[in-house]
């Protein structure tokens, strides 16, 4: 209530028609000597101009007289109005105060009135509340006992039932460990003859696994042994002739070949005593390379020659076309493309 009091002060009051006729009276002397000086500024015709300026200066005292009592009264009306603005205004306002104070003074005794009846109403629930709760700890302690009674006459029931479930249970660990005992004492005897029939039948299947090793190992041994000795084309006389006229010319061709190369070689070595080389060309290295070379190429061909006579020798006694490794035959056209050649395609793939 004291805040809508507040509210209806600070709002702005309308303006009364009385206000208004003030303000309008209060603005009507001040219009006034505006058209007096209106009509003075009007001009006027020259006919009447000495006429006009003596009535003018007859009138015009008796005007200004009259217009500032005009103005005099209309200011005292215009005060008098303001104040009985100002005081009905204030009026209003004690009013206002003094509704807002009677309606705040019923608000605080209803107030007052309703925390009254409120604390009364709490003590009311305090003191039933106590009550309840009295009746309600009696029946609890009332309950407990029972409770306790019940549970001392269940733990005796309790502990009689354990007492004879523990004799049970012993009865029955018992049978149970001479049992396991006797199973255990089985199982033992039951393994070991397993284990002993399991270590005969091992035994005899290595036994049977070394007999079976021992007698590949010797087949292998024999296959081996006639591979070694194995004659490939000793049956094919054609072939082997073949063979060796191929193998008596290659070697022809590689002793010429070396003829040849050790010309060269001792040419080159008189040609370098002969002539004066110049070393800071580079001239006599690379003859001595080239010389090298041919050294080493003349080497080679000495080796093949070598070569050529152990193939002429296995030709003689029929074993040329075996393989020096796995002890297979070689192939005819491989030994026909190659001369000399001592092993097959696998075996020179594998080296």
Do not use: W
């Not at 005292?76 to 003094?98: F, M």
């Not at 407990?144 to 004879?164: G, P, Q, V, Y």
């Not at 004659?231 to 006229?245: G, I, N, S």
């Amino acid at each position: 209530m004291p805040s809508s009091a507040k509210t209806k002060k600070k709002a702005p009051a309308k303006k009364s028609p009385e206000r208004r006729g003030a303000s309008a009276s209060a603005r009507a002397p001040k219009s006034a000597p505006t058209k007096a000086a209106a009509k003075k500024s009007r001009p006027q015709p020259r006919s009447s101009k000495k006429a006009t300026s003596k009535k003018s200066s007859t009138s015009k005292p008796a005007s200004l007289a009259a217009a500032k009592k005009a103005a005099a009264a209309k200011k005292a009306a215009a005060a008098t109005k303001a104040r009985e603005i100002a005081a009905a205004r204030a009026q209003r306002e004690r009013d206002a105060r003094a509704r807002a104070a009677a309606k705040k003074a019923q608000l605080r005794q209803r107030a007052i009135v309703a925390a009254r009846a409120k604390r009364e109403r709490e003590a009311r629930a305090r003191a039933l509340a106590k009550e309840r709760a009295a009746a309600k700890k009696a029946r609890a302690i009332a309950a407990a006992k029972a409770k306790k009674e019940r549970d001392a006459r269940a733990k005796a029931a309790a502990k009689e039932r354990e007492i004879l479930r523990k004799a049970r249970e012993k009865a029955a660990i018992e049978a149970k460990k001479q049992r396991e005992i006797e199973a255990k004492r089985k199982a033992i005897e039951a393994e070991k003859l397993r284990r002993l029939r399991e270590i005969e039948r091992r035994e005899a299947e290595e036994r049977k696994r070394q007999e079976r090793r021992e007698a590949e190992e010797l087949k292998r041994q024999e296959a081996l042994e006639r591979k070694m000795h194995s004659k490939p084309y000793a049956e094919d006389h054609e072939f082997l002739e073949e063979l060796r006229d191929l193998l008596l010319t290659t070697r022809d061709a590689t002793n010429a070949q070396i003829a040849v190369s050790e010309l060269e070689a001792n040419e080159m070595l008189v040609d370098r005593e002969r002539l004066e080389y110049d070393d800071e060309d580079g001239s006599s290295v690379a003859s001595d390379i080239q010389r090298d070379q041919l050294k080493e190429f003349t080497a080679a061909l000495r080796l093949k020659v070598d070569e050529i006579d152990v193939a002429l020798a296995r030709i003689d006694d029929g074993s040329y076309g075996r393989c020096d490794e796995c002890f297979e035959p070689i192939s005819q056209p491989r030994l026909r493309a190659q001369l000399p050649v001592f092993t097959c395609v696998s075996c020179r793939a594998s080296v």
